[in-house]
């Protein structure tokens, strides 16, 4: 049986999407979940933001894999199959996504928008806090994503649930 692959969008697969795979990666090995966390963006911008990847590393997760790349990677033939897609931006959930492929079909889409922490106002103290509070929020979805019965769930039940945790 193949791994539950969820994508996580945004623009520049700079900071939301990359906290969140980060933290969908590291939960679903703590709970021994077989579920593959993928993040790419539209117009990656080729580098992860530092406060990123500092407040993935100071909640215990292996930031060793986490790199900005393109949405094109997970459209070819040769890409991994997706259960869901989740946009994290506003940005990338107003633009046309390629064809991504899913199991049994095309995969389920879901929208969780997350201010931008690198836009936050103030100081550095004031953006570290924006990441840390955007890497909490973020972890909590993903755990409530971790807690479905994802091998049972049909891709528009799967929708259902994900837009569902989406509003919580």
Not at 110 to 135: I, M, V
């Amino acid at each position: 049986m193949t791994a539950t692959g969820i994508l996580i969008l945004c623009t520049h697969n700079s900071a939301r999407s990359v906290l969140a795979e980060g933290m969908l990666a590291h939960w679903a090995r703590r709970l021994g979940k077989d579920v593959r966390a993928y993040s790419a963006g539209s117009a990656p911008s080729g580098r992860v933001h530092p406060l990123a990847l500092e407040v993935l590393g100071a909640a215990g997760v292996d930031c060793a894999s986490l790199h900005s790349k393109s949405w094109d990677a997970f459209a070819g033939p040769e890409a991994p199959p997706l259960a869901a897609v989740i946009t994290v931006c506003d940005n990338a959930a107003a633009e046309t996504c390629p064809v991504f492929h899913g199991v049994g079909g095309r995969p389920a889409r879901a929208h969780w928008g997350y201010p931008d922490p690198s836009s936050a106002e103030g100081g550095e103290g004031d953006r570290r806090r924006a990441f840390e509070l955007t890497r909490q929020a973020i972890g909590y979805r993903m755990l409530q994503l971790l807690a479905l019965p994802l091998a049972d769930l049909t891709p528009p039940a799967l929708q259902a649930a994900l837009q569902h945790i989406g509003t919580t």
